[in-house]
């Protein structure tokens, strides 16, 4: 998992393996799922109670997919960024993690 920078546009990108592309995938498959079943839920006037409770499973969803994304990026783009001399990572790192900390 290595951050590239594409020549002309100043662009990182990440390098997965198949394994972890389809982990992620089907994660956001599945929370994908869960607003389709929110939306329908407003859609038929189910009590907000209901709504809530599904909205938070799905808030849940997204951190824990967060949490498993941002740990993938500092044992792969960060560590190699490191590795390679760039400390510029750890700005961009903490920069992130500020980001979602809001």
Avoid: W
Avoid at 1 to 23: D, F, I, L, N, Q
Avoid at 66 to 79: A, M, Q, S, Y
Avoid at 82 to 102: A, F, H, P, R, S
Wanted: hydrophobic share 35%; with cysteine; glycine share 6%.
């Amino acid at each position: 998992m290595t951050a590239k920078k594409c020549c002309c546009e100043e662009k990182k990108t990440t390098e997965r393996t198949e394994s972890e592309r389809k982990k992620l995938i089907h994660r956001l498959n599945r929370i994908e799922g869960q607003i389709r079943g929110i939306r329908k839920m407003v859609e038929s006037n189910a009590y907000c109670p209901d709504i809530l409770v599904q909205s938070s499973a799905a808030a849940a969803a997204l951190n824990s997919f967060n949490r498993d994304l941002i740990g993938n990026h500092i044992k792969g783009c960060v560590f190699n960024g490191l590795k390679n001399g760039d400390d510029g990572v750890i700005d961009e790192l903490v920069n992130t993690l500020q980001k979602l900390m809001k």
